[in-house]
């Protein structure tokens, strides 16, 4: 069962994340995924080098084909995808939006669907290959609704600043 990312009368009234605070936040990320991709790609050298049979010559240091091959890059795939995914699912944040403030949940405050959430990830790619354009649609439209919150029925809010005691 699905837990609410606030009650859903409080998400809705917070204020819609513009197309500047969203890229912001997904440069963020794109560190953390660098780094993720650093960790894959260590392990994938150390097992394909170990287990042998890859094409992986110690002497010749040639690991191309052990870092350049489709299964590689599947699995590169998979650490964004579960980065993405996993942060969406669990608290409905990144680091990146965590570090702008920024929530993303169903229009009702709900968190996402594993549906959505793939959704999301897919025509927010398709988004970033058209230059960003589905990202600065959000300034053509009165609610702000980028690409992936039309196509994954969701929603990027603006959480309020925690109160220092």
């Known amino acids: 069962m699905?837990?609410?990312?606030?009650?859903p009368k409080e998400f809705n009234h917070l204020p819609v994340a513009?197309?500047?605070r969203r890229l912001m936040a997904l440069m963020y990320d794109a560190l953390i995924v660098g780094g993720l991709w650093m960790?894959?790609?260590?392990l994938a050298i150390m097992v394909a080098s170990t287990v042998g049979g890859?094409?992986?010559?110690p002497e010749a240091m040639d690991y191309t084909p052990?870092?350049?091959?489709p299964l590689y890059r599947l699995g590169l795939l998979a650490v964004t995808g579960g980065y993405l995914f996993w942060s969406w699912r669990a608290a409905g944040q990144t680091i990146g939006m965590r570090a702008w403030r920024l929530m993303v949940a169903n229009n009702n405050g709900v968190q996402l669907s594993w549906r959505q959430c793939i959704v999301?990830?897919?025509v927010a790619t398709a988004s970033l290959a058209c230059l960003g354009l589905g990202f600065f649609w959000g300034y053509f439209r009165k609610d702000g609704a980028t690409w992936q919150d039309l196509a994954s029925d969701?929603?990027?809010r603006i959480l309020p600043k925690k109160k220092k005691p």
């Open 39 to 42: 960790v894959y790609g260590f």
């Open 2 to 7: 699905p837990k609410p990312a606030n009650t």
């Open 54 to 57: 890859l094409n992986c010559n």
């Open 18 to 20: 513009g197309p500047a």
């Open 120 to 122: 999301r990830a897919v």
């Open 66 to 69: 052990c870092v350049g091959g």
């Open 154 to 156: 969701s929603e990027m």
